[in-house]
C-alpha cells in the first residue's frame, strides 16, 4: 500500500487527475471504475480542465460507476447518472456509448446486475478503480455485515448512509432505500485501486481502513489484500494515522 498525504484538498485532486491522466497516457484504451459523492468532484473538475487545455482525451476510455440508487428517475438531480453528467460526462470527449453505470429502475435488478459483471467483464474487467469511503467504512455501496457479495447486487443503504447522504436530498425521507452496487470481488480484481479521503470526519474510518483488521464490518479493510492499492488523504483524514506527523 502506498499512502500518499497532501497539505490541501487542492493538491490531492491534483495528484489524483495526474495520475489518472498519466494512466490513460500510457493505456488510451484504460478501463476506468468511477466513484460518486463529495469525494470525486475537485478530481472532476481537474480532469475536465485538462481535457479542455487538451492535454487528455476519453476517446478511447470505457468506464464503469460503481454504484447508482434503486428506483429515483435518471433524470434526477441526485441520481448518479445525473451527477456523473453534470460533473464529469458533459465536460469531456467520452463516448456516452462506454460510459456505464448500472441501471436502477430495470424491471428485473437481479438480470441488470448480471448485465453490469458481464459488461464489465467484456471489457476486460477494471484498470483503476476511484473509490471514497463512507463514514462506516462502506465502498461502493458495499455497507458492512457479516457477509459481503463478489458481484453486482442490490443492497438496502444503512441508515448512516442515508443520514449522509440526506445532505444531497431534501430529507432522509427522500434518500432512496435501497442501492445496485458494484461488489467488492468486482472492486478487488481492479488493477490499481485509487482510496480517496479528505476531511477530519473520515479520519477515525481511514485508520481503522488501512490499519484495524481485515474485516466484512469494515468493507474498506478488505483493501489492505489488494497489492495495487494507492491512498491519497488530505492531512485531515490522514491525522488518525501514525504516519500524518
Ligand atoms: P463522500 O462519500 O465522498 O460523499 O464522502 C463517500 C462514500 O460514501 O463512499
Do not use: W
Request: a negative charge.
Amino acid at each position: 500500500m502506498n499512502i500518499h498525504i497532501f497539505d490541501s484538498g487542492e493538491q490531492l485532486d491534483e495528484a489524483a487527475a495526474e495520475t489518472i491522466c498519466g494512466f490513460i497516457r500510457a493505456k488510451p484504451g484504460a478501463v476506468l471504475g468511477l466513484a460518486t459523492g463529495e469525494t470525486p468532484l475537485g478530481i472532476y473538475r481537474k480532469l475536465a480542465e485538462k481535457f479542455r487545455e487538451g492535454l487528455i482525451s476519453f476517446r478511447q476510455v470505457t468506464t464503469f460507476n460503481l454504484d447508482e440508487y434503486v428506483n429515483l428517475p435518471e433524470d434526477h438531480p441526485e441520481s448518479y447518472h445525473a451527477y456523473m453528467r453534470r460533473h464529469l460526462f458533459d465536460h469531456i470527449d467520452l463516448p456516452p456509448s462506454r460510459a456505464h453505470l448500472p441501471c436502477g429502475n430495470a424491471a428485473d435488478l437481479a438480470a441488470e446486475c448480471q448485465r453490469y459483471d458481464a459488461l464489465i467483464e467484456e471489457a476486460g474487467g477494471i484498470d483503476l478503480q476511484m473509490l471514497g469511503i463512507g463514514h462506516n467504512g462502506h465502498i461502493g455501496f458495499n455497507e458492512p455485515g457479516r457477509e459481503l457479495a463478489a458481484g453486482t447486487h442490490v443492497v438496502r443503504l444503512a441508515p448512516e448512509t442515508r443520514r449522509a447522504n440526506a445532505r444531497f436530498f431534501g430529507s432522509i425521507d427522500e434518500v432512496p432505500e435501497r442501492a445496485v452496487t458494484m461488489g467488492v470481488g468486482t472492486i478487488l480484481k481492479a488493477r490499481l485501486i485509487l482510496l480517496i479521503a479528505k476531511g477530519a470526519d473520515k479520519a477515525d474510518i481511514v485508520r481503522r481502513a488501512l490499519t484495524g483488521p481485515i474485516t466484512t464490518e469494515c468493507p474498506a479493510s478488505l483493501l489492505q489484500t489488494h497489492p495495487r492499492l494507492v491512498v491519497l488523504l488530505d492531512r485531515a483524514a490522514a491525522k488518525a494515522l501514525g504516519t500524518a506527523g
